[in-house]
C-alpha cells in the first residue's frame, strides 16, 4: 500500500512540474494524479496509516492489534489530506472555493499535526510519526501556496495570456461582479481557442 502512495506522490510532483512548464496533456494529468492520491487518503487510510496491505484490508486479523482509536485518527487523518489536497489541486487549477478549501485543510492538517505530535511524545512508535511527516508536509505546501500572490501564480502558469490574467484578477478583486466573470469566460474561450490553433 506505501508503495502505491509513493507512486502518486511522485506522479503528483512530475504532473505539477509538468503543469508549470505547459506539457500537453499536463491539466488532465496534474487532475487525476492528485485526485487518485486524495481517493487514496480518503478511503484507505485506515489501511495505509496502520500498515496493512491492501489484499489484507477485508481480513480481520489484520486488525488485531490496531485499536480503535487509531483507525479512527487515522481516518480522519485521511479526509484532512484529502481535502488539503483538492484544495491545491484548485488552486494550481485556479478554481473558485481554492481559498476555503485550502483553510479548511490547512485547519485539519494543523490539527492533525498537533494531535500526532502529542502522541508521539507519548507512544513511541511509528504510527503517529508517519501521520505528522504527511500533514506537516501537505501544511507547508498550503502555507506556500496561500502566501504566492494570485497574480504571480497565475502568471506563471498563462505566460502568453496577459488579458486572461487581467481579467482573472479584476474578477477576484470584484467577486460580486458577473460582467466581470463573463469577462473571464470569455478571456478563457480566447486562450483556449488559441491554444486549439497552435496544436
Not at 503528483?12 to 494524479?33: C, E, K
Request: glycine share 4%; hydrophobic share 50%; with cysteine.
Amino acid at each position: 500500500m506505501k508503495n502505491i502512495e509513493k507512486l502518486f506522490i511522485i506522479l503528483v510532483i512530475v504532473s505539477t512540474i509538468y503543469r508549470y512548464v505547459h506539457g500537453i496533456g499536463s491539466i488532465l494529468f496534474l487532475i487525476l494524479s492528485i485526485n487518485t492520491l486524495a481517493i487514496l487518503y480518503f478511503c484507505l487510510s485506515f489501511a495505509l496509516f496502520n500498515n496493512i496491505k491492501f489484499k489484507n484490508i477485508f481480513k480481520k486479523s489484520s486488525y488485531v492489534n490496531v485499536s480503535k482509536r487509531r483507525i479512527i485518527f487515522s481516518i480522519f487523518s485521511g479526509i484532512s489530506l484529502s481535502i488539503a489536497l483538492i484544495g491545491v489541486l484548485f488552486k494550481i487549477q485556479d478554481y473558485p472555493g481554492a481559498d476555503l478549501l485550502l483553510v479548511l485543510g490547512l485547519f485539519a492538517s494543523i490539527s492533525i499535526t498537533i494531535i500526532a505530535l502529542w502522541k508521539n511524545n507519548k507512544v513511541k512508535g511509528n504510527f503517529y510519526f508517519n501521520i505528522l511527516k504527511r500533514t506537516a508536509i501537505i501544511s507547508l505546501i498550503i502555507i506556500t501556496l496561500m502566501k504566492i500572490p494570485l497574480k504571480n501564480l497565475l502568471n506563471w502558469q498563462y505566460p502568453n495570456d496577459p488579458e486572461y490574467v487581467e481579467a482573472v484578477i479584476k474578477a477576484y478583486n470584484n467577486s460580486d461582479n458577473d460582467s466581470l466573470w463573463q469577462n473571464v469566460k470569455i478571456e478563457r474561450k480566447k486562450m483556449q481557442a488559441k491554444e486549439n490553433e497552435d496544436y
